[in-house]
C-alpha cells in the first residue's frame, strides 16, 4: 500500500495527480511532497484525487494543512476528480463548504 | 447454534497495520452482507480507532499492541478496539472536535481532530470506556436488506 504524487506545471495551472491510499502510514510522504510544492502568485493549484481510492482523517488533515498554505500566498486551490465516497467525506466534516472541490461525474460520464 | 462468530486481530500498534486490519475489516463486513459504502464506513471508522491507539496510546514505549475484536451478527457487526495505553476522557476531547464551518478562519483551521468525529458519523453507535486503557465499541447495522424482507412480509 503507497500513497504517490506528481506534478505537472500547465501553463498557469499547477496539476498534481495523488494516487493510491491515505492514511496514517502513508500520510508522510504526502505531506512532504505538498510541503514541496512551490507556490507562485499568479499560478492555480489543481490537485487530481481520482486514483484516491482510500482517505481518512488524517489525509483530510493533509488537505487542510495545503489549503492553509496555499491560502497564505494568495493562490487558489482546487481539488477535482473526487469519486461520491470522497465527496461525501468532505462533505460530512464540512471542508467541502470551505475549499474547492469538483466530482469526477463528468469523467464517468466520458467513460 | 451461537448467536455471532467472533473475530480478534492483535496487531503491534504501529502505522503500517492499520491497512491490514481494514482488510479485515472488508473481509468480515462483506460475510455480514454490509454494501459497498457501509463497508468503506466502517473501514474509515475501524482506522480512526486504530490510528488514535497508533498515535496516542504508547508514548513511553514502542511496544504496544492494538487488539481489534469482531462479532458478526446476521444484521450487524460490533467491532471493538483496544489498546492498553494511556486513557483519555472521551466527552471532553468529543467537546474540542467536528466538522468545520464555512464561517472559520483559514489559518485557524484545525489539521486533527476529526477522527472521532467521523467515527461518530459514519457507525450507528459508539461507546468508550477508559478504566485503564481505552476501549472503542462501534457497532454498524446492515440496512438495505432488512428493509427489503420486511417489505416483502407485508406484502404477501
Same mark, same amino acid.
Given at each position: 500500500?503507497n500513497?504517490?504524487?506528481?506534478? /505537472?506545471?500547465?501553463?498557469? =495551472?499547477?496539476?498534481?495527480?495523488?494516487?493510491?491510499?491515505?492514511?496514517?502510514?502513508?500520510?508522510?510522504v504526502?505531506?512532504?511532497?505538498l510541503?514541496a510544492?512551490?507556490?507562485?502568485?499568479?499560478?492555480?493549484v489543481?490537485?487530481?484525487?481520482?486514483?484516491?481510492?482510500?482517505?481518512?482523517?488524517?489525509?483530510?488533515?493533509?488537505?487542510?494543512a495545503?489549503?492553509?498554505?496555499?491560502?497564505?500566498?494568495?493562490?487558489?486551490?482546487?481539488?477535482?476528480?473526487?469519486?461520491?465516497?470522497?465527496?461525501? %467525506?468532505?462533505?460530512?466534516?464540512?471542508?467541502?463548504? %470551505?475549499?474547492?472541490?469538483?466530482?469526477?461525474?463528468?469523467?464517468?460520464?466520458?467513460q | 447454534?451461537?448467536?455471532?462468530?467472533?473475530?480478534?486481530?492483535?496487531?503491534p500498534a504501529?502505522?503500517?497495520? =492499520?491497512?491490514?486490519?481494514?482488510?479485515?475489516?472488508?473481509?468480515?463486513?462483506? /460475510?455480514v452482507?454490509?454494501?459497498?459504502?457501509?463497508?468503506?464506513?466502517?473501514?474509515?471508522?475501524?482506522?480512526?480507532?486504530?490510528?488514535n =491507539?497508533?498515535h496516542?496510546?504508547?508514548?513511553e514505549?514502542?511496544?504496544?499492541?492494538?487488539?481489534?475484536?469482531?462479532?458478526?451478527?446476521?444484521?450487524?457487526?460490533?467491532?471493538?478496539?483496544?489498546?492498553?495505553?494511556?486513557?483519555?476522557?472521551?466527552?471532553?476531547?468529543?467537546?474540542?472536535?467536528?466538522?468545520?464551518?464555512?464561517?472559520?478562519?483559514?489559518?485557524?483551521?484545525?489539521?486533527?481532530?476529526?477522527?472521532i468525529?467521523?467515527?461518530?458519523t459514519?457507525?450507528?453507535?459508539?461507546?468508550?470506556n477508559?478504566?485503564?486503557?481505552?476501549t472503542?465499541?462501534?457497532?454498524?447495522?446492515?440496512?438495505?436488506?432488512?428493509?427489503?424482507?420486511?417489505?416483502e412480509?407485508?406484502?404477501?
Open positions: 500500500m500513497v504517490n504524487v506528481q506534478f /505537472r506545471e500547465d501553463g498557469n =495551472v499547477m496539476r498534481g495527480y495523488i494516487e493510491g491510499e491515505i492514511d496514517t502510514f502513508t500520510a508522510p504526502l505531506r512532504d511532497e510541503e510544492v512551490q507556490i507562485v502568485e499568479g499560478r492555480r489543481e490537485l487530481d484525487l481520482s486514483k484516491v481510492n482510500y482517505i481518512d482523517s488524517t489525509g483530510l488533515g493533509i488537505f487542510v495545503f489549503y492553509k498554505k496555499v491560502t497564505r500566498e494568495n493562490v487558489q486551490l482546487r481539488l477535482v476528480g473526487l469519486s461520491s465516497r470522497l465527496v461525501r %467525506l468532505f462533505e460530512i466534516t464540512g471542508l467541502s463548504e %470551505l475549499m474547492s472541490i469538483e466530482t469526477d461525474a463528468e469523467v464517468e460520464l466520458k | 447454534m451461537k448467536a455471532f462468530d467472533y473475530i480478534e486481530i492483535r496487531v504501529k502505522s503500517q497495520y =492499520v491497512s491490514v486490519i481494514r482488510l479485515m475489516i472488508s473481509g468480515l463486513a462483506v /460475510r452482507g454490509f454494501s459497498y459504502d457501509e463497508i468503506e464506513d466502517l473501514k474509515i471508522a475501524t482506522s480512526e480507532a486504530v490510528t =491507539v497508533v496516542h496510546a504508547y508514548k514505549s514502542d511496544e504496544g499492541e492494538v487488539v481489534v475484536g469482531c462479532a458478526l451478527f446476521e444484521d450487524k457487526i460490533e467491532i471493538m478496539v483496544s489498546d492498553y495505553g494511556v486513557s483519555f476522557n472521551f466527552e471532553e476531547i468529543k467537546s474540542k472536535v467536528g466538522p468545520y464551518h464555512e464561517e472559520d478562519n483559514v489559518e485557524l483551521l484545525r489539521e486533527g481532530g476529526l477522527g468525529y467521523l467515527m461518530e459514519l457507525m450507528d453507535e459508539v461507546k468508550m477508559n478504566e485503564g486503557g481505552v472503542v465499541f462501534m457497532t454498524k447495522y446492515v440496512t438495505k436488506e432488512q428493509v427489503k424482507e420486511y417489505v412480509r407485508i406484502t404477501t
